[in-house]
Structure formats: C-alpha cells, structure tokens
T-cell receptor, first 111, second 115 residues
Framework: QKEVEQDPGPLSVPEGAIVSLNCTYS??????FMWYRQYSRKGPELLMY????GNKEDGRFTAQVDKSSKYISLFIRDSQPSDSATYLC???????????FGTGTLLAVQP | GAVVSQHPSWVICKSGTSVKIECRSL??????MFWYRQFPKQSLMLMAT?????????EQGVEKDKFLINHASLTLSTLTVTSAHPEDSSFYIC???????????FGQGTRLTVV
C-alpha cells in the first residue's frame, strides 16, 4: 500500500464548476499537508500549506485536512481554464519528515 | 513565494557523457536542498537530500556514484549525472528550504534526454 493515494484522473470539468481533489494517506505521523500545482514540463508550485487538521482558504482555493480519517481535500471554486494542470498532494511528518507526494490528478477545465 | 532557479531547463547529451544541473535559491539561504526525478505521468521521487557543507543523503536505490550532488553554498546545489545513458532520461527537479520548519520551493525542472 502506498503511503499517499491520489486518483490520477483525468478530471474534466466545465468552466465555473467547483472542483474537488482528494488524497488519502496511511501514516498517522504526517502533520504538514500541501497541495502543489504543476503545469506541463514545469516544477511544482506550492498552492496551499496546512498544519494538522482544519480548513484553510486562499481566494478560490480551500484546503481541508481530516486527520481522523487520514483524508485531505482541495476545493477550487469558479474554476478557470488556467487552472488546468496536474495537482499534487504532499505531506510530511514523523521521524523522517520527508515530503511524500501523491501521484497527481490531471485537471482539465473546459471553456 | 521564494524563488528557486534551475538551469538548464532542458539538455540533450550523448550517451556516456556527464551533465551538470544547477539549482539556486535566489532570494533566501537554503540550508537544505532536495533532488527529485519525475517520469511521465508519475509523481516526484526523491533522489537525495543535501545540506550545505555536508555529504548528500541518497534514497534507497539511487546510485551515489552516478548522481553526484554538491551543496557547496547556501544558495547553490548541483546534480551531475555521470556517464549518462538513455534510461537516465527524465525530468529532474530541485527544491530548497531555509530550515525544517519552512516549506520547500521548487525549481522549474530540467528535462534531460540522453541519446
């Protein structure tokens, strides 16, 4: 079993839709949870960073962490074609504190 | 966010030659830098962690003698792929952070093609 599971998609939505992206994980030691956006042939860009459980909002993006269920989500409101990219969840914590990535979800927002 | 610059963005080299990739933190001092490898449609796989002035720590399965990492200053780390072969063709990405309590920022990646 992978430490971090993420549906690879692809996920296609119409412009303006609400997008929900999710990851599950198995390591209860994870404490820091991140979402990255990666455009084709580019490095990942940090979108959201959350410590422990709870919600965090930044503009059209909302990140949720439920440590009891080992489940994290990223919501994108009023999605735009420019949001089309691969979204990677990542997390770290515990003894090694290494950043572990999900496989990424490819999102396409259709104009 | 902080800026991490990676150079070159892409490189094509002949089999058997060596290639050096640079990773620079432009507006902060990076105590730790990380090197990742990413295959098409796959996630980032950590290759090694380097701390300034120390030897890099390599992940299991990563050949130290093939992927030479140097972190000589707080703003520069280099990855040298020695005696490159076609199977080394991949997207290599670095990241850098100030300390373990801050998040790492990523470079734009280097696409290596070995022919």
């Amino acid at each position: 079993q992978k430490e971090v599971e993420q549906d690879p998609g692809p996920l296609s939505v119409p412009e303006g839709a609400i997008v929900s992206l999710n990851c599950t994980y198995s390591n209860s030691a994870f404490q820091y949870f991140m979402w990255y956006r990666q455009y084709s042939r580019k490095g990942p860009e940090l979108l959201m960073y959350t410590y422990s459980s709870g919600n965090k909002e930044d503009g059209r993006f909302t990140a949720q962490v439920d440590k009891s269920s080992k489940y994290i989500s990223l919501f994108i409101r009023d999605s735009q074609p420019s949001d089309s990219a691969t979204y990677l969840c990542a997390m770290r914590g515990g003894a090694t504190n290494k950043l572990i990535f999900g496989t990424g979800t490819l999102l396409a927002v259709q104009p | 966010g902080a800026v991490v610059s990676q150079h070159p963005s892409w490189v094509i080299c002949k089999s058997g030659t060596s290639v050096k990739i640079e990773c620079r933190s432009l507006d902060f001092q990076a105590t730790t830098m990380f090197w990742y490898r990413q295959f098409p449609k796959q996630s980032l796989m950590l290759m090694a962690t380097s701390n300034e002035g120390s030897k890099a720590t390599y992940e299991q399965g990563v050949e130290k003698d093939k992927f030479l990492i140097n972190h000589a200053s707080l703003t520069l780390s280099t990855l040298t792929v020695t005696s490159a072969h076609p199977e080394d063709s991949s997207f290599y990405i670095c990241s850098a952070r100030t300390d373990e309590n801050t998040e790492a920022f990523f470079g734009q990646g280097t696409r290596l093609t070995v022919v």
